[in-house]
């Protein structure tokens, strides 16, 4: 797993390493999980937020639904659909080359 964290004006490769060897393994790959699975849910959340909506706003999502979608690490597609149709937004994937970010590949769902 290769993550660089700002350091003022430099990046520094080596946080995670320390983080790593003064937190111990598991420790250390359950705290990248767990913010891994937060930012996730954060991304849903702020869109969601910029448009101006409550959970309880979306329409067709109950309250519990909607929270139960921006908790989940994995989403399907169908459910991601869903999601943004309540926000009155469709979903649009990207598909971009390793080499060549100039020419994605647009598919909407």
Same mark, same amino acid.
């Given at each position: 797993?290769?993550?660089?964290?700002?350091?003022?004006?430099?990046?520094?490769?080596?946080?995670?390493?320390?983080?790593? %060897?003064?937190?111990?393994?598991?420790?250390?790959y359950s705290?990248v999980k767990?913010?891994?699975?937060?930012?996730?849910?954060?991304?849903?959340?702020?869109?969601?937020?910029?448009?101006?909506l409550t959970?309880?706003?979306?329409?067709?999502?109950?309250?519990?639904?909607?929270?139960?979608?921006?908790?989940?690490?994995?989403?399907?597609?169908?459910?991601?659909? %869903?999601?943004?149709?309540?926000?009155?937004?469709?979903?649009?994937?990207?598909?971009?080359?390793?080499?060549?970010?100039?020419?994605?590949?647009?598919?909407?769902?």
């Open positions: 797993m290769s993550i660089l964290i700002k350091n003022k004006k430099k990046f520094n490769p080596e946080f995670f390493k320390h983080a790593k %060897k003064t937190m111990g393994s598991k420790r250390f705290a767990k913010g891994a699975q937060k930012a996730s849910e954060l991304r849903l959340k702020i869109v969601r937020e910029k448009l101006g959970q309880g706003e979306l329409k067709g999502l109950t309250q519990s639904e909607v929270s139960k979608i921006e908790g989940r690490k994995d989403l399907k597609l169908s459910t991601l659909n %869903k999601y943004a149709r309540a926000m009155g937004m469709k979903v649009k994937i990207v598909l971009t080359s390793e080499e060549d970010d100039m020419r994605p590949i647009c598919i909407y769902g």
